[in-house]
């Protein structure tokens, strides 16, 4: 059984950062797709970062140069370090992931297992 298990967020004042954190359990995270997302009040939810199963790297344009995406095998551990926070970052962020090959930064639909998200307050 595939569990995602987020941590690391919490409230931090404009350009400050805080890394996220998602650990897996049920399989190995070099075997799947993986990506971060993050949902403000509201029915959306925006793909933050992306990493293939190859470590090939995608992020969206509001957090190009700010956020990085990894990940750590022998952990079995995805990360999202995220610098220079703006109010606008502030979201409950998931970590998400498959097993299709999945090529670059795509919707929620393309991702079967999620964790439960952790919550991003950034002050101004």
């Known amino acids: 059984q595939v569990q995602l298990v987020e941590s690391g967020g919490g409230s931090v004042q404009a350009g400050g950062s805080l890394r996220l954190s998602c650990a897996a359990s049920?399989?190995?995270?070099?075997?799947?797709?993986m990506g971060w997302f993050r949902q403000a009040p509201g029915p959306e939810r925006e793909g933050v970062a992306f990493i293939s199963r190859d470590d090939i790297t995608e992020y969206a344009d509001s957090v190009k140069g700010r956020f990085t995406i990894s990940k750590d095998n022998t952990k079995n551990t995805l990360y999202l370090q995220m610098n220079n926070l703006k109010p606008e970052d502030a979201a409950m962020y998931y970590c998400?992931?498959?097993?299709?090959?999945?090529?670059?930064?795509?919707?929620?639909?393309?991702?079967?297992?999620w964790g439960q998200g952790t919550q991003v307050t950034v002050s101004s």
């Open positions: 998400a992931a498959d097993t299709k090959n999945i090529v670059g930064l795509g919707p929620r639909d393309w991702y079967m297992y």
């Open positions: 049920g399989y190995t995270v070099n075997k799947f797709s």
